[in-house]
């Protein structure tokens, strides 16, 4: 959640915040209003506990009528007491209440306006020009098909729309992608995770996730466990309530899971195959830091997703998200997107997303401070930051942009080691 001491201090730049988000800016006056009542509540409970102690004093030196006249009157305060008391809580609740449905504080440079009003930070390589080839690109569907990679179909059959079957050398490409993903973040020292799928409402929450209204998210009633959308989540949960020693820098996890997504409200968008689905398969690069390296971690997090996507050759974008597109948690996020020939377009392959404090305090995880001696100086809320490394989606670009004239796939060359060596995905 947001710093109400931060909001308290300068709302005008939260209710800029919003205004970029094109969220509902009224809410910071609401808590501004809410945090005078709870503070001002607060102030009466302990006067009047104040007042109470006070005449306990009183009572035990008192005798005869006094004590008695004092014990009715301590009586009648104590009643007033919890009264306060009670207020000072509800007060609390509002405010806390009011606190989280605001989003983080966009950073300073986010573009302002929605989904379509990013910034295109960079163009890297050049879609390929298949008149040039002489033939018309498949798509990557047709392809998976005629290599025997994708089963929609089948899919269908067993879970409904919108999941399928990878197998064959679909099975070995995911695997290989996802393989080259976890050997690459290892070697930039982070530390791998197969992390859980299901986890308690409390670490969805944490992580920026509204379970009472996001219809993105499979819940499991009964257990009262949620199905996540990515590893983010429990490797944010992973330290929630700690205290982390960031002295010799940032703390980084590369999250394997499966991962699934209801994709509410995306009826009749990409309902060919395996570019918008129910369950897919991730490598996430999750960091905790300082709040001073954050910034830095983030332009670090894309330079590893941008060394991945040349490794499969594929001509991709880096774009700036706007602020009315970035998710609850994220004050800034990069995406990289690949061009898919069939499509016309680029699609997006990675995304990350620099989150502040936005997590890590709802998450109650927070880095000691130290001194130049070394001597303990207190703790503060500590920064986290994710990153997409390598996604089933990424199947989609590298089938299309590396297709053949017959229908087979040339394998890109970083690729191949962990395919046994094959160089081409061959149709049956």
């Known amino acids: 959640m947001i710093d109400v001491n931060e909001l308290r201090a300068n709302p005008e730049r939260f209710r800029?915040?919003?205004?970029?988000?094109?969220?509902?800016?009224?809410?910071?006056?609401?808590?501004?209003?809410?945090?005078?009542?709870?503070?001002?509540?607060?102030?009466?409970?302990?006067?009047l506990r104040a007042e109470q102690n006070a005449y306990g004093k009183k009572v035990a030196q008192a005798k005869g009528e006094e004590k008695q006249a004092l014990l009715a009157e301590v009586k009648e305060l104590a009643?007033?007491?919890?009264?306060?008391?009670?207020?000072?809580?509800?007060?609390?609740?509002?405010?806390?209440?009011?606190?989280?449905?605001?989003?983080?504080?966009?950073?300073?440079?986010?573009?302002?306006?929605?989904?379509?009003?990013?910034?295109?930070?960079?163009?890297v390589g050049e879609p390929r020009d298949f008149s040039k080839d002489g033939f018309e690109?498949?798509?990557h569907l047709e392809i998976g098909e005629l290599i025997g990679a994708i089963d929609m179909e089948r899919g269908a059959k067993v879970s409904g729309a919108r999941f399928y079957f990878l197998k064959g050398v679909g099975a070995r490409l995911e695997i290989a992608l996802l393989n080259m993903a976890m050997?690459?973040?290892?070697?930039?020292?982070?530390?791998?995770?197969?992390?859980?799928?299901?986890?308690?409402?409390?670490?969805?929450q944490g992580t920026g996730f509204d379970v009472a209204h996001d219809a993105e998210i499979y819940r499991l009633a009964e257990d009262d466990l949620y199905l996540v959308g990515t590893s983010e989540v429990p490797l944010a949960g992973y330290h929630a309530d700690e205290i982390l020693d960031l002295s010799d820098g940032p703390i980084r996890y590369a999250g394997w899971s499966s991962c699934y997504r209801r994709e509410a409200g995306s009826h009749g968008k990409d309902t060919r195959g395996i570019i918008r689905v129910h369950q897919f398969n991730k490598v996430e690069m999750f960091s905790?830091?300082?709040?001073?390296?954050?910034?830095?971690?983030?332009?670090?997090?894309?330079a590893w997703e941008e060394e991945m996507l040349a490794k499969v050759e594929l001509p991709y974008r880096v774009i700036h998200t706007a602020a009315g597109d970035l998710g609850t948690s994220a004050a800034r996020k990069y995406d990289c997107e690949a061009w898919v020939p069939t499509q016309n377009a680029y699609r997006e392959l990675t995304s990350t997303s620099n989150c502040t404090t936005f997590q890590a305090r709802r998450l109650n995880v927070?880095?000691?401070?130290?001194?130049?001696?070394?001597?303990?100086?207190?703790?503060?809320?500590?920064?986290?930051?994710?990153?997409?490394?390598?996604?089933?989606?990424?199947?989609?670009?590298?089938?299309?942009?590396?297709?053949?004239?017959?229908?087979?796939?040339?394998?890109?060359?970083?690729?191949?080691?962990?395919?046994?060596?094959?160089?081409?995905?061959?149709?049956?």
């Open 16 to 47: 800029a915040s919003q205004r970029a988000r094109g969220a509902d800016e009224s809410l910071v006056d609401a808590v501004v209003a809410a945090d005078t009542a709870r503070r001002d509540a607060i102030n009466r409970y302990e006067s």
């Open 79 to 123: 009643s007033r007491v919890k009264a306060a008391q009670a207020a000072s809580d509800a007060a609390q609740a509002e405010q806390e209440a009011l606190v989280r449905r605001i989003p983080n504080l966009v950073e300073d440079g986010v573009p302002e306006g929605g989904e379509d009003d990013f910034e295109v930070i960079k163009t």
């Open 137 to 139: 690109p498949r798509d």
């Open 183 to 204: 050997d690459q973040a290892v070697a930039a020292g982070f530390t791998p995770m197969i992390t859980p799928t299901l986890v308690r409402p409390e670490t969805m």
């Open 288 to 302: 905790y830091t300082t709040v001073d390296e954050a910034a830095a971690e983030h332009e670090r997090l894309l």
């Open 366 to 428: 927070r880095e000691r401070l130290t001194g130049e001696g070394g001597e303990k100086k207190g703790t503060r809320t500590a920064a986290t930051l994710n990153g997409t490394l390598a996604t089933t989606r990424w199947i989609v670009a590298i089938l299309e942009h590396h297709q053949n004239p017959d229908g087979s796939v040339t394998v890109p060359a970083a690729l191949r080691p962990y395919l046994g060596g094959l160089e081409v995905l061959p149709v049956l």
